[in-house]
């Protein structure tokens, strides 16, 4: 969930400032993605270039691991913004999905240089270091500072805010339901806010309580302002990335600290325990500390970084079948390769490598960008026949899509061949159709009752199951919070439910505990037994 922000510093600046073209693989059925199984329309199974950023000089790219939508922002700092919309996370100022990457106008005034991409929110830095959001707000993920008895008063944004932190931001990620900014003041580099149920924002506590007397019905208390970790305000964090539910920083001096939920060992402690509080990974110590080009990336249930000599390491569920890495192991099928960016989706992976863009892991909607021809997945590091030979600039996966930068120079006839994708259709169209798909079903009601001309009580019996039938397909259509909030994890859509829990949630600095469930309430309020929500 890194996005493309794992290269050295100097690589950075001298691809951003040039741009290049973004090409796109995976899903595009922003709507229903996660929410049905089976194969759908519109996968673009081959890199593929968007009609509206043709030409377009992209200079970095954003999602998530658990992001159904995307964000590119191009050289002169205006922000793109496309995918899923049902809690406003693409910041137009509405909650309708747009298919093809729309300017974000409530950011004309900024510009913007990094992004990162939540379950549901944007938070977006600009040039001059102040940090803004947009979206889903119900765990204080934007970082408003806004908060109501432990609950935020206002859960959706749909345009950009400020967020309360310094005008020195540097650097963002975020998880499924909460943030992380890097900052240049001395003392505070690295600040969290949102959901803090499974310890992911690093402050020794789940800030779970009771909110009744005389029965248990937990809660986890939001925290709508972002605070510098203070186990860490001695150290420098520069680099960053975020898991659903756990987080991965890098400090100055190359040391890796990893905190959050901790099943499959994502952690790389070798032990499936929750860490409420960053702790450091033995392995990256002494003589194997991480180089200041290093990159580091973070996907649903596993973490990866690059150590010395630029080798890969991995921990967590790396496959869907076989033993977990409870602990970092080098991907020798990278071992020689200079690896300048990479980024993890839910369970698939992509790398920019020298002169090659490289894949992998468990995929059902193209995101690997093999083609019509190629496997749809792959458990090893596999090249992607059509971008060899393409200098790749940056680097974001989705749920279960992928973005590519790469440079123009050189290949423009090559990227003449590539498709363009051209979306569903346009904003008015697809408001037209929302309004055609409402009116629809009352009609029909309509003519049934008057062809039929049935009797009052039977009438009166036949329009209450119709209005109970319309409510159900519009369920259907937009999914319950339950649904659309909870069971995107890539485990659940792969077929498989998770299995592994953390062992014990911690206390403290080096998050020790003993308490395990396998309740599935929402995060945040849960009723009547005592237990917590499906794990991502």
């Known amino acids: 969930m890194a996005a493309a922000m794992n290269s050295s510093e100097k690589k950075d600046e001298s691809s951003e400032e040039k741009g290049g073209e973004l090409l796109f693989c ?46 590119a922002l191009d050289v002169e700092g205006r922000c793109y913004t496309w995918g899923r919309n049902e809690k406003g996370q693409l910041g137009h100022g509405d909650m309708i999905q747009r ?48 908060a109501k008895n432990g609950f935020v008063s206002v859960e959706v944004e749909s345009t950009p805010l400020p967020c309360v932190v310094s005008d020195e931001v540097t650097n963002v990620a975020c998880g499924a339901d909460f943030t992380v900014w890097l900052s240049s003041t001395e003392g505070a580099s690295i600040l969290t806010a949102g959901l803090p149920q499974y310890g992911q924002l690093g402050h020794g506590t789940d800030n779970e309580f009771n909110m009744k007397d005389s029965s248990v ?31 991965v ?41 991480l180089p200041p080009n290093a990159i580091v990336s973070a996907g649903s249930a596993n973490s990866a970084c690059t150590a010395g000599g630029g080798q890969l390491y991995m921990w967590g569920k790396i496959k869907n079948n076989g033993d977990d890495w409870m602990y970092p192991k080098p991907m020798m099928d990278l071992s020689g390769w200079n690896l300048r960016w990479m980024d993890s989706g839910s369970m698939h992976h992509f790398v ?99 062809s039929k001309k049935r009797k009052t009580s039977k009438a009166s019996d036949s329009e209450q199951d119709s209005d109970e039938d319309n409510s159900d397909k519009e369920k259907e259509v937009q999914g319950s919070d339950a649904d659309s909030d909870y069971s995107e994890d890539g485990e659940e859509a792969n077929g498989k439910k998770q299995s592994a829990r953390g062992r014990g949630r911690g206390r403290g600095a080096r998050g020790r505990g003993g308490r395990t469930s396998n309740g599935k309430a929402p995060p945040v309020k849960t009723g009547g037994r005592r237990g917590r929500p499906r794990k991502f």
Not at 390 to 407: E, N, R, T
Request: proline share 3%; charged share 25%.
């Open 26 to 71: 995976g899903a595009t059925a922003w709507d229903i993605i996660g929410k049905r199984k089976g194969a759908m329309e519109g996968n673009l199974v081959s890199p593929t270039r968007l009609r509206p950023l043709v030409g377009v000089n992209i200079r970095f790219v954003a999602s998530g691991c658990a992001s159904f939508h995307c964000v």
């Open 217 to 247: 019905k937990l809660a986890y208390e939001a925290q709508p302002r972002p605070k510098a970790i203070a186990s860490l305000a001695g150290e420098t964090i520069v680099k960053v990335a975020c898991g659903t539910n756990h987080t």
């Open 249 to 289: 920083a890098v400090d100055k001096n190359g040391f890796v600290y990893t905190w959050g939920y901790g099943g499959y060992g994502r952690l790389g402690h070798r032990e499936q325990k929750d860490e409420w509080a960053p702790r450091r990974i033995d392995v990256f110590q002494r003589n194997n500390v």
């Open 352 to 450: 920019g490598a020298d002169s090659s863009c490289i894949s992998w892991g468990h995929a059902q909607y193209g995101e690997l960008g093999y083609g019509p021809n190629g496997q749809k997945s792959s458990a090893a590091p596999k090249k992607v026949d059509m971008l060899e030979g393409m200098h790749v600039m940056g680097v974001a996966c989705g749920f279960c899509h992928s973005m590519v930068i790469v440079d123009r120079t050189d290949i423009a006839d090559r990227l003449e061949q590539l498709e363009i994708y051209d979306g569903k259709g346009s904003l008015e169209e697809s408001v037209e159709e929302v309004k055609e798909e409402t009116l629809a079903p009352k009609q029909q009601a309509a003519k049934r009752g008057a």
């Open 99 to 146: 298919d093809r990457p729309t300017v974000v106008s409530g950011l004309s005034k900024h510009k913007i240089v990094k992004a990162a991409a939540g379950r549901s929110h944007t938070v977006v830095v600009s040039d001059d270091g102040l940090s803004l959001a947009f979206g889903w707000n119900k765990y204080g993920q934007l970082g408003s500072g806004s």
